[in-house]
C-alpha cells in the first residue's frame, strides 16, 4: 500500500483560492493598524504551520484556523509588527498542539475560544499562555 | 493492488472524501489520512471501469454483495455451530458480529479491527487480507472447520479434550484456541492408521510412532485424498503438519506431536469427612455400645477415610476387634481405604502397600488385613484398585 504524500497534499492546499494574508492585511488596516504583511512575513508563518503539521503528524485542508489566530490578534492592543508576528507565531503552535491533543469530539472553534479565553486571561503575555496550555491543556480548565 | 497515487484523477477524488469526513474542524491527523487512503483504494480495487467516482459505487456495491452473502455464512456458522465451551470461539463468533454491524465501506474498508479475535486457524489468514478479505477468509476456514468437526462423534471429541486437558493442567476451555487443530491431527493420524473404524481419536505410543514415521517417509497420501477433495485448507494443514513432522528428531518428543493414550487411571474423589460434632457423637454413642453395636455404627456411619484413620486412632479396641472390623467393612471401602494409604505414601502400584514401613493404626491395619487374602483375591483387589487414582491432595 502506497503511503501517504504529504508534498502533494501541499501542492493541492497552494492550488486553493483562499488568501489569508489578504483578508488579514484588510483587517489590520480596518482596526487602524500602522503596519501590513508582507508575502515574506506570512510565508515564514505558512513554513512554522507545515513544520506543525509534520511535528504532529496532521494535516488542514483549510486557512481557516490561521485566518482567525491572525484575525483575533488584529484587535488586540498590539502595535508593532514585530510583536505581531511573535504572538501569531505562538498561538498558532498552541492551536496545532491542541488540536493534536483534542483529536475528536472538540470543534476547532472551541480550541480557538479557549486560547482567546486564557490569551486574554493572561493579558497578552504568550509565554504564560503556553506554559499553561502546556501544563493544562484540558480545555475549561479553570486555575 | 496498482497504485491509484499515479493517477492524476485520484487525489482530487481522494481530498474530496477526505473532506467529507471532516467535522467541526478542518484538521485531520496522518493515520487517519491513511486509513482512509487505504479504503478507499481497497474499494476502488473492487470496482471495474470507469470514472473514479463510478468505480468507487461500483465496488461498493460489489463489497455490499460480499458482505451480505458473508453475513449469511456467519448466520450459519452460528446457528450450528459445535463450541464444546471453548471460550475463546465462543468469544471470537460473537466479536465478528461487531464486524457487520461497523464494517464502515466509505472510511473504513481495508481495516480489519472491527472484532477482537482470540481464536486461532490452523492456518492463519495471510497478513495482506484487510478488510472484508479479511473476514471472509477467516469465516470461510472457520466453517471448513466446523463441518469437519460435525462428521466426528461428539464423545470422542470430549475424550480428546479430557486426555488434552490433563497434560495441561487446568481447564481446556480456558485455554483451546484452536480445536480444529488438535481433532484434525488425530483423526488424520487414524485414517493413516487405516482403521475400518475409529472409536476414539486417541493413539497409543505405537500407533503414534507408526504414523509419524509414515508422514516422515511418504509423500503422497491416498488415505486422505478423500478428506482433501471436501475442502483444499485441510490439504495445506496437512503439509505444514508434514513440515513440523519432519523436523521432529527426537522420537520421545515425536510421540507428543499427538494425543497418546498413556497408562491413563480413572481418577477419584474421595467422600468428605462428617462434621466435628457429628463424629463426636458417632464416638459418644460408641462408647456405651457393645462389641457388634460398635462394628455395626463404624460400618454404617463412616464414608470417610480421613474419618475411618482419625477413629481408629481415637479408640483402644483389642486387635482382634480389629481383624473382625476389617471383615465387616465394605469391599469398595477397603480399596478406596488402599487407595488413600497409597496416596499418603506415594505408591504408585497397590502392590506396594505391603512394602511399605508404616507406623501408623490404618495402613498397620490395613497390610495385615490384606495379607490375610488369598492369592487370586488379593490379585483381583490390587488390579481394581490399581484403575484408579486419587485426586492429588487439596493444597488450598
Known amino acids: 500500500m502506497s503511503k501517504f504524500d504529504l508534498s502533494l497534499f501541499n ?13 488579514i492585511n484588510q483587517e489590520l488596516k480596518a482596526n487602524h493598524k500602522a503596519f501590513q504583511l508582507s508575502i515574506e512575513d506570512f510565508s ?10 509534520k511535528e504532529y503528524h496532521l494535516m488542514d485542508f483549510s486557512w481557516a484556523n490561521s485566518q482567525s489566530i491572525g484575525s483575533f ?9 514585530n510583536d505581531y508576528l511573535a504572538h501569531y507565531s505562538i498561538l498558532q503552535a498552541v ?7 483534542h483529536p475528536g469530539g472538540i470543534t476547532d472553534q472551541e480550541i480557538m475560544e479557549e486560547i482567546e479565553r486564557r490569551y486574554q486571561k493572561y493579558q497578552g503575555d504568550v509565554e504564560m499562555l503556553q506554559g499553561s496550555f502546556e501544563d493544562f491543556p484540558e480545555l475549561e480548565e479553570d486555575m | 493492488m496498482k497504485n491509484e497515487l499515479l493517477d492524476p484523477a485520484f487525489y482530487p477524488f481522494f481530498i474530496k472524501k477526505l473532506q467529507e469526513r471532516l467535522s467541526g474542524s478542518s484538521v485531520m491527523p496522518i493515520d487517519q489520512v491513511e486509513r482512509i487512503q487505504q479504503s478507499v483504494e481497497f474499494v476502488l480495487a473492487n470496482g471495474k471501469e470507469g470514472s473514479l467516482p463510478e468505480r468507487f459505487e461500483q465496488g461498493k456495491e460489489q463489497l455490499t454483495q460480499r458482505l451480505s452473502a458473508l453475513q449469511k455464512l456467519y448466520q450459519t456458522i452460528q446457528d450450528n455451530y459445535q463450541s464444546f465451551g471453548i471460550e475463546s470461539l465462543e468469544e471470537s463468533l460473537d466479536e465478528i458480529g461487531n464486524f457487520f454491524s461497523g464494517y464502515d465501506l466509505d472510511y473504513g474498508a481495508a481495516e480489519v479491527d472491527q472484532a477482537f479475535l482470540d481464536y486461532q486457524l490452523a492456518e492463519a489468514v495471510p497478513a495482506d487480507f484487510v478488510g472484508l478479505d479479511f473476514y471472509e477468509r477467516f469465516l470461510h476456514n472457520l466453517a471448513a472447520k466446523a463441518s469437519f468437526l460435525k462428521h466426528i462423534p461428539e464423545n470422542q471429541i470430549y475424550e480428546l479434550l479430557d486426555h488434552y486437558q490433563r497434560g495441561l493442567g487446568f481447564d481446556y476451555r480456558k485455554d483451546v484456541n484452536n480445536l480444529f487443530e488438535i481433532v484434525f491431527k488425530q483423526m488424520v493420524g487414524k485414517l493413516l492408521l487405516c482403521k475400518k473404524e475409529i472409536h476414539t481419536l486417541l493413539f497409543n505410543p505405537i500407533e503414534a510412532q507408526y504414523v509419524l514415521g509414515k508422514i516422515k517417509r511418504q509423500k503422497i497420501f491416498p488415505e486422505l485424498e478423500s478428506v482433501f477433495q471436501q475442502n483444499e485448507y485441510y490439504r495445506r494443514v496437512f503439509q505444514q503438519y508434514q513440515v513440523t513432522i519432519c523436523r521432529l528428531l527426537d522420537p520421545e518428543k515425536a510421540v507428543r506431536f499427538f494425543i497418546v493414550n498413556g497408562n491413563r487411571k480413572k481418577t477419584l474423589e474421595l467422600p468428605s469427612t462428617m462434621s466435628a460434632t457429628r463424629f463426636n457423637q458417632l464416638l459418644e454413642a460408641y462408647d456405651v455400645a457393645d462389641q457388634p453395636e460398635k462394628i455395626q455404627l463404624i460400618t454404617d456411619g463412616i464414608s470417610a477415610p480421613e474419618d475411618f484413620k482419625e477413629y481408629l486412632e481415637n479408640s483402644e479396641e483389642s486387635p482382634e476387634f480389629y481383624k473382625s472390623l476389617f471383615k465387616h467393612l465394605d469391599k469398595n471401602f477397603i480399596k478406596i481405604l488402599a487407595l488413600f494409604v497409597m496416596r499418603d505414601f506415594d505408591c504408585d502400584k497397590s502392590e506396594d502397600i505391603l512394602d511399605t514401613k508404616a ?6 491395619l490395613l497390610k495385615d488385613y490384606i495379607k490375610t487374602f488369598s492369592f487370586v483375591v488379593r490379585s483381583e483387589l490390587f488390579v481394581d484398585v490399581n484403575e484408579y487414582q486419587l485426586l492429588p491432595r487439596d493444597i488450598s
Open chain 1, 73 to 81: 490578534l488584529v484587535s488586540e492592543p498590539i502595535f508593532y509588527k
Open chain 1, 95 to 101: 492551536f496545532y498542539y491542541l488540536r493534536s491533543y
Open chain 1, 11 to 23: 501542492q493541492f492546499l497552494s492550488q486553493q483560492k483562499e488568501n489569508p494574508r489578504s483578508v
Open chain 2, 359 to 364: 507406623s501408623d493404626r490404618l495402613s498397620n
Open chain 1, 44 to 53: 515564514e508563518i505558512s513554513e512554522e504551520r507545515k513544520q506543525l503539521f
